[in-house]
């Protein structure tokens, strides 16, 4: 009898066992299931910008030009063609910059992930890829954490020309009307940034001596030796030596939190 009760209970504990393994697998596969689409999704877990108490709001706004977006067909798909997965496919092609997206991706990084952007610093983000196309992104968006799935939205947004929230239908990203001038704030002083400029600044001195009262734009060139002067009011290096789009960036969001004390 005593045996038949101890096979039993090692019944019960073996079968309690295997529902409590079965339960915790399925909410691993369900957390693994939600990682990857929040990974996968522009929209979730969104920066809320909310500038400091007490502070006045100033934003600057950053323009990316000559970003190497290009489509193209691999393996019977679209895709955003990249000279490091699709190097057989871009054989002969000349000039293998045009197909670098994790450039204008690890820019566009340095922009959105700073403490600028989510003190609520950022006004507006404007992309123009290298064939002519003019597109905006909001500064609360979460850019995807890979460039492969940064290359999907940017796949779906050439398509589509409009990305949206799924449940408030909010406009995330967009392509516009070119020129980007005219979707400026007003009182604007757009900075041309680039290696080829022989006015070499002090960063931290330049945006210092800017007024509070004029909004500052930052044109940056996806690479070291881009020319931007266009539309510039200013053309100016940063550095005696080349910088990618990103570390420029990087060193002008830095100058713009420690003249708005933002830390």
Not at 207 to 225: I, K, R, T, Y
Not at 236 to 254: D, F, R, T, W
Request: glycine share 4%; proline share 4%; aromatic share 6%.
């Amino acid at each position: 009898m005593a045996r038949r009760k101890r096979r039993q209970s090692e019944s019960e504990s073996g079968a309690q066992d295997l529902s409590n393994k079965t339960v915790k697998r399925k909410l691993e596969e369900k957390s693994t299931t939600t990682e990857k689409l929040a990974d996968n999704d522009v929209t979730h877990d969104a920066i809320i910008p909310s500038p400091p108490p007490n502070v006045e709001v100033r934003r600057a706004t950053f323009v990316v030009e000559n970003a190497s977006l290009r489509k193209g067909i691999v393996r019977k798909r679209w895709k955003i063609l990249d000279s490091e997965e699709d190097a057989d496919a871009l054989k002969q092609k000349k000039d293998e910059n045009n197909y670098r997206p994790g450039v204008v991706y690890q820019a566009l990084r340095a922009i959105f992930d700073s403490k600028l952007n989510k003190a609520g610093m950022v006004g507006a983000v404007y992309v123009k890829t290298d064939n002519g196309v003019l597109f905006e992104i909001k500064p609360h968006v979460r850019i995807p954490r890979t460039c492969r799935r940064f290359c999907g939205v940017m796949l779906e947004l050439l398509d589509k020309k409009c990305i949206r929230t799924k449940d408030t239908n909010e406009i995330l990203m967009r392509v516009i009307a070119e020129p980007v001038t005219r979707h400026l704030p007003v009182n604007s002083r757009v900075v041309g940034l680039s290696y080829s400029s022989e006015k070499v600044v002090d960063i931290d001195d330049y945006v210092n001596s800017a007024g509070d009262e004029l909004n500052l734009v930052f044109v940056v060139g996806e690479l070291a030796h881009g020319k931007i002067n266009e539309y510039t009011n200013d053309f100016i290096s940063v550095s005696n030596y080349p910088l990618s789009a990103k570390g420029c960036i990087g060193l002008i969001c830095e100058s713009l939190e420690h003249k708005w004390k933002v830390f």
